[in-house]
């Protein structure tokens, strides 16, 4: 451990929880250096749905590299992007009866939130991008700007300006839509016509919060109506996290633009991408741009997930079953330890339980860990254990991790009722 004290920075973070070092992983399993096993609750945060060296990705990409397939290409043409075009439009947007161009950002979610904020921008002539309470779209400084967390906000040394915060679905039980229609129709509101409005469907960081699909089609209906673009950020909660591929289609709105990243490329590779609207698609050429842009090696992954995932609903009907154990475990948790958990949180395989303290999240991490799990908490003082295994994990070992989980929380729960004694 003492290369990571000496010369890794202080911002790392996951790390500090999980003081181990792993040398392998398969699945949705992780392994040391010591041979120690953990079930993996976290997913590399969503960018691993498939779960860890899928062997149908792998060996795409083993075949692909033995071949001398392009590894970095700019923007550049290639037999790898037609490839994964092809599966987008013939397997993802078709049957969903969406027509999107695609933009390739830099590889990482917050560089594709960053280039639909300035799209939006540049369309409309509009400046200002109404944003919500406690979303999370990013470290750089327009997708921090539309960031509610103070702790990575306090991180930028500098005023974020060019955003709007209205309240979520749910948020101190004020109707942030009806407060946003209001304000878009009063000349004297304060609120500057924005660009577009960007949300997450679901909000990952934010502590599983879910809009419900009236909630979204009353916010569709109100930009539709001024003007104004809907960007949904779909890096963390697409791709079937939620149960479906776009965390959007139960509402049946069809956005502006989506960001993309985290498991768009399949197998953990990083990738990243704005889809848009055909009519948005004012970019000149290398407007924004990026040295990395095309990751042959994910489109290559991408495309094998596409192809073997997403041409039925064999992969949406697991990922039903398997979110359906969550849920049963979190509603037998409420019942059975009433002093520890709020309510369930989130939705398909982004679920989660509220604490009634923080500390009771970060000490059932904590155990989790200490009994072969790894398991993060969200929400804005981390009081929310986050279930977020991949999405191809069995039935035996989602259950081995949930059981583990509630070892964890029986353990704080008698630990409280001692200190409290």
């Given at each position: ?10 911002v ?9 070092v ?14 120690e096993?953990?079930?993996?609750f976290?997913?590399?945060?969503g ?31 290639t037999?790898?992007k ?12 078709e049957p ?16 594709a ?26 470290c ?20 974020l ?10 948020y101190a039980?004020?109707?942030g839509?009806?407060l946003?229609?209001?304000?878009l129709?009063?000349?004297s ?11 997450e469907?679901l ?8 809009a419900s699909?009236?909630?979204l ?16 950020d ?24 989506v ?5 768009i ?14 009519e948005?698609?004012k ?36 990922i ?13 948790v ?11 949180k ?12 923080p500390?009771f999240a ?49 353990h ?10």
């Open positions: 451990m003492n290369i990571f004290n000496e010369k890794e920075s202080n790392k973070s996951y790390c500090n929880r999980f003081p181990v792993f040398t392998s992983a398969k699945g949705c399993w992780l392994t040391t250096d010591k041979g096993r953990y079930i993996d976290l997913a590399g945060a960018s691993l749905n498939y779960g860890h060296n899928n062997d149908i990705m792998k060996q795409a990409l083993l075949d692909y590299i033995d071949k001398d397939g392009l590894t970095h290409g700019l923007d550049m043409h037999e790898a037609a490839a994964f075009l092809t599966a987008l439009r013939n397997h993802i947007f969903r009866n969406l027509d999107y161009k695609v933009q390739f950002t830099g590889p990482t979610g917050t560089n939130v960053e280039a639909a904020m300035k799209l939006a921008r540049k369309v409309t002539g509009r400046a200002n991008i109404v944003t919500f309470t406690n979303g999370f779209h990013g750089t400084y327009g997708a921090l700007a539309a960031t509610g967390n103070q702790h990575h906000r306090g991180g930028s040394g500098m005023p300006t060019g955003t709007s915060r209205l309240p979520y679905e749910g039980g004020v109707d839509l009806a946003f229609e209001a304000m129709n009063d000349n509101s304060g609120l500057d016509k924005p660009a577009a409005v960007l949300l469907t909000q990952g960081e934010g502590g599983l919060n879910v699909n009236e909630w089609q009353r916010l569709s209906k109100i930009c539709k109506d001024n003007g104004v673009l809907v960007i949904v779909d890096i963390q909660a697409g791709c079937g996290r939620t149960g479906t591929f776009f965390s959007f289609e139960p509402s049946g709105i069809k956005p502006d633009m960001t993309l990243s985290k498991s490329g399949g197998y953990g590779l990083p990738m990243a991408l704005v889809l848009l609207k055909p948005l698609d970019w000149s050429p290398g407007e924004h741009n990026g040295t990395f842009r095309g990751n042959n090696h994910a489109f290559i992954t991408a495309t094998t997930a596409i192809e073997n995932y997403w041409q039925n609903d064999d992969f949406e009907q697991h039903a079953a398997r979110s359906q154990q969550v849920t049963k475990t979190i509603e037998r409420l019942k059975r330890f009433p002093s520890l958990f709020v309510r369930a989130g939705r398909g395989m982004m679920q989660g339980v509220e604490c009634k303290r500390e970060s000490d059932i991490a904590d155990h989790c860990f200490e009994n072969g799990m790894i398991i993060e908490t969200a929400g804005p003082d981390d009081e929310v254990v986050k279930f977020f295994s991949p999405l191809t994990i069995s039935e035996s070992e989602l259950e081995k991790g949930l059981h583990i989980f509630e070892q964890a929380a029986e704080v729960s008698n630990a409280a009722t001692r200190k409290a004694s």
